[in-house]
């Protein structure tokens, strides 16, 4: 198993910038692919950004393409969210998410392809 705990929300005015992260217990973090997901108020949880357990290969939103930046530190087991140019249609509560940890060659997109969730931490940005 592994254990996650996301860190770093808050509040920031549009146009910001802001970096969640997400630390990582348990079993080996470098055989995990990992996502960002975020869910507003009234909407579904949706997916942000995934790389894979290498750090190889990531994949994003349309939503957040150009903006948004996710990598990893394998050796520190810290997932990281980098979120510029933000605006109040980014404000939802972050998650982290690992997959099953079996190395898998392509980041995922769908959130039922993660078994492993963090609570969420709050991101706010104001207009």
């Known amino acids: 198993q592994v254990q996650l705990v996301e860190s770093g929300g808050g509040l920031v005015q549009a146009g910001g910038s802001l970096r969640v992260s997400c630390a990582a217990s348990?079993?080996?973090?470098?055989?995990?692919?990992m996502g960002w997901f975020r869910q507003a108020p009234g909407n579904e949880r949706s997916f942000v950004a995934a790389?894979?357990?290498?750090?190889?290969?990531?994949l994003y939103a349309d939503s957040v393409k150009g903006r948004f930046t996710i990598s990893r530190d394998n050796a520190n087991n810290m997932l990281y969210l980098q979120m510029n140019s933000l605006s109040p249609e980014d404000t939802a509560v972050y998650y982290c998410a690992a997959d099953s940890g079996n190395y898998y060659n392509t980041p995922r997109r769908s959130e039922y392809e993660y078994k492993y969730w963090g609570q969420g931490t709050q991101v706010t940005v104001s207009s």
């Open positions: 790389i894979k357990w290498s750090g190889g290969s990531t």
């Open positions: 348990g079993r080996t973090f470098r055989s995990y692919g």
